[in-house]
């Protein structure tokens, strides 16, 4: 079964909090979303393969390490997804950076494709998959499926806010999957909206309504 991992750094915390508040508007929000990421990619990124180099310091030859070359691909799911981008990149800046577009229908929730661009080596890169919102796990669960489709081998998935429901929902359907969030919340309200969440975070991200 793949690991749920609530990062519960003190930063992401206070930073979550604060983008929780409805009152927060796009600039702030979007700050703090891509600040957020950087924090989970760091985390998320805690078993990247290391080699040993050779250097030389102002004052001795030295063994250190680097990392080992593994290749990685960012792939947000849009909308909301993109407003992580920045901040992992800041980590990880020579990341490929794919896009999987897919939207929630209203009524049925379910998850609809729309765009698709993937790094051509997608099967030899380590994938972070990237959605501010795991709600009912519908669109992380068929992006995998989309991963997995062209040759995606390893994927973790990373969220802000996560609900039981959903997490259960990508475990069942992937269990090779890592699951790394800022919190997992209470649950899903009648209109498939994450309590206590954050509202719509695409919404919140680009201003729109
Ligand atoms: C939101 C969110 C996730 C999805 C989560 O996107 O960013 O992609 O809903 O819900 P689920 O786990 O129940 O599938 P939305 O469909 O609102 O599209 P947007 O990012 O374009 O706003
Ligand atoms: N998508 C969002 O943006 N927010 C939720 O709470 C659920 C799905």
Known sequence: MGQVIEVKHPLIQHKLTIIRNKDVGTKDFRELVDEIAMLLTFEASHDLPVEDVEVQTPVAKTTQKQLAGKKLAVVPILRAGLGMVDGILQLIPAAKVGHIGMYRD????????????????????????????????????????????????????????????????????????????????????????????????????????
């Open 106 to 209: 209203e009524e049925t929730l379910q998850p609809v494709e729309y765009f698709l661009k993937l790094p051509e080596d997608i099967d030899k890169r380590d994938v972070l998959l990237v959605d501010p919102m795991l709600a009912t796990g519908g669109s992380a669960k068929d992006a995998i499926d989309t991963l997995k489709k062209h040759g995606a081998q390893s994927i973790k998935l990373i969220t802000l806010v996560s609900a039981p429901e959903g997490i259960k929902a990508v475990q069942a359907a992937h269990p090779d999957v890592d699951i790394y969030t800022a919190s997992i919340d209470d649950g899903l309200n009648e209109d498939g909206y994450i309590v206590p969440g954050l509202g719509d975070a695409g919404d919140r991200l680009f201003g729109t309504h």
